[in-house]
């Protein structure tokens, strides 16, 4: 461990690169990275300099615009295609990486209701100072909104105005992108799109053209339709946008996640079950995420840390075959120390989790 200063707070963290190093009942232990879509981006996507613990990130997404377009094009877009790539972060690996980095993918009900948006933004952009892109730290073009109080309203105002600098429209020449993290509260219909409204955002609307709004309802539809089955459950954005020359904030990519009141992210409504179970027990667990790894491939949804063994939790698709069957014997094999629990969704109802 070592002693790091952010801004005027000192703070005590892990060395990098040295989370699998710590005792499992340890809360800086970390579990191993191939046991989630991690593993394959470390060392390619992601290169973490071990003297001074900051992220090279890869990514595979544009932060720059090019031409006068107000709207993004169907052609150029991505929409978070980039599944996977194990050179480049899409933009939702991106978000999962900024998550698990942040420790929000980490949780023990001794934490039930202390998490607010305060705490999870500062969090986020803690994790967001210690990640280079594109020659740059992450936290230099990186957006989060402050929690809005109506009486603070005007001094809210003006600080946004100063963070949104880098993305204002240049007279000529590229126009800079910055990325947004934000809960989404509504996609509302306008005259010739939709908007994206952001929680603690009021009155700062993000456009989408029409055939882009389409196009990420139809790729993040799981997300969008277990955000509407669930009214705890948040549904995260990450997205790249401009200002254009009249003020007007433009999407050009997104990428959508979906967690659980107590902002645990979830890909089905198998996990949620599992990440509800976890958030009563009173031990350490740590959701694990896809990053840029299709559904084909199995991961473990969590691992539950206990002072004796730490175990991989593994939930099963209905949709599951032989490959994904002979995939996940292989990943249990390659860490025989870790316990298992596994559900296969299939074949009945989930099972107890292990008992201590």
């Known amino acids: 461990m070592y002693i790091a200063q952010i801004g005027e707070q000192y703070i005590v963290k892990r060395m990098p690169l040295s989370g699998g190093g710590h005792d499992p009942a340890c809360p800086?232990?970390?579990?191993?990275?191939?046991l989630s879509g991690l593993g394959v981006l470390m060392g390619s996507a992601i290169q973490i300099d071990p003297e001074s613990g900051i992220s090279e990130l890869k990514v595979g997404f544009s932060l720059m615009k090019i031409g006068s377009r107000a709207a993004p094009s169907l052609r150029t877009?991505?929409?978070?295609t980039i599944v996977g790539d194990a050179k480049k972060l899409s933009l939702r690996s991106l978000l999962h990486y900024l998550w698990h980095q942040a420790e929000l993918t980490a949780w023990t009900a001794r934490w039930a209701s202390k998490r607010h948006w305060w705490n999870i933004r500062w969090h986020l952009i803690e994790a967001a100072g210690q990640m280079m892109v594109k020659g740059g730290t992450l936290s230099e073009?990186?957006?989060?909104?402050?929690?809005?109080?109506?009486?603070?309203?005007?001094?809210?105002?003006?600080?946004r105005t100063a963070a949104l600098v880098p993305a204002l429209s240049p007279k000529s020449g590229p126009r800079k992108l910055m990325i947004l993290v934000g809960e989404v509260k509504d996609f509302a219909p306008t005259r010739n799109g939709h908007r994206l409204v952001v929680r603690h955002l009021p009155d700062f609307p993000l456009m989408l053209e029409e055939g882009?709004?389409?196009?990420?309802?139809?790729r993040f539809e799981n997300e969008l339709t277990l955000w509407g089955a669930d009214k705890a459950s948040h549904l995260i954005a990450i997205a790249t946008f401009g200002l254009t020359p009249v003020g007007l904030a433009v999407v050009e990519d997104m990428a959508l996640m979906v967690v659980a009141e107590n902002w645990v992210p979830y890909e089905s409504t198998y996990e949620k079950r599992l990440v509800d179970a976890l958030a009563r027990v009173g031990e350490r667990s740590v959701k694990g995420l896809r990053y840029n790894l299709s559904a084909e491939k199995p991961t473990a949804a969590a691992v539950l840390q206990?002072?004796?063994?730490?175990?991989?939790?593994?939930?099963?698709?209905?949709?599951?075959?032989?490959?994904?069957e002979?995939?996940?014997?292989?990943?249990?094999?390659?860490?025989?120390?870790?316990?298992?629990?596994?559900?296969?969704t299939a074949e009945g109802d989930m099972p107890p989790l292990p008992r201590t």
């Open 326 to 344: 002979e995939a996940l014997d292989d990943l249990i094999a390659s860490r025989p120390e870790i316990g298992v629990w596994v559900w296969r």
């Open 306 to 324: 206990r002072e004796s063994q730490q175990i991989a939790l593994y939930v099963v698709p209905p949709s599951a075959d032989r490959a994904y």
């Open 141 to 159: 073009i990186l957006f989060i909104p402050e929690p809005f109080r109506a009486t603070d309203k005007s001094a809210i105002e003006k600080r």
């Open 212 to 218: 882009f709004y389409r196009r990420l309802q139809a």
């Open 28 to 34: 800086s232990y970390e579990p191993p990275d191939e």
């Open 77 to 80: 877009n991505t929409t978070d």
